[in-house]
């Protein structure tokens, strides 16, 4: 990661062209926070950092990750309830996990197709056997090909991948980090829709 950040910051000094140098940033910032997030997932047990986040500033983040990462073909819509208040949460692993199934959808694309990323609130809601005055619905929608039912039942297991190449990691973080946050994560899927459910709490039970 270090490498990375220090050919990005040389390569900044060498653009004259100031559009440019928001792809540099980004490269600079995801380094930075790439790194504080495997240092925090390589210590056992780590203590999540709560603070009060926005969840659309974290979804805004997550699509000028997408839109840089797959230029080109692939759109992604927002479809905000802005009435949502603020909630407590742990800002880089809302990120990481929104991202990591965004990211997935839009890599079963091959960048070329739609993601939606919709917010709801829900009212007495039950998560994780506790009953919530007020929760948010995330929603992860995307119009590729589906999931494989191969792998649907196993999906959310380490090292499972539908995909060449893959990991196998990037859904079991997501889960993790929901799970952290008291949430629940589901995921329906058929071709030509796939869609991903997260519903976190926003007040105390």
Known sequence: MGG???????????????????YTQVIIKEADRLQDLMQRLLTPHRAMLPAT??????????????????????????????????????????IQAVLNIARNAAQAMNGDGLIVLRTRSLRQVTLAKKRYRLALELKVIDNGPGIPETIRERMFYPLVSGREG?????????????????GTIDCSSRPGETVFTLRLPVEQA
């Open 4 to 22: 990375i950040r220090g050919a990005a910051q040389l390569l900044e000094h060498e653009l004259n062209n100031p559009s440019l140098k928001e």
């Open 53 to 94: 986040v926005n969840i659309h500033e974290i979804l805004e983040r997550v699509r000028s990750l997408l839109t840089a990462e797959f230029p080109g073909s692939l759109e992604v819509r927002r479809d905000y309830d802005t009435s949502l208040p603020e909630l407590v949460g742990d800002r880089e692993q809302l």
């Open 166 to 182: 893959g990991s196998g990691l990037g859904l079991t973080i997501a889960q993790n980090f929901v799970q952290h946050h008291h």
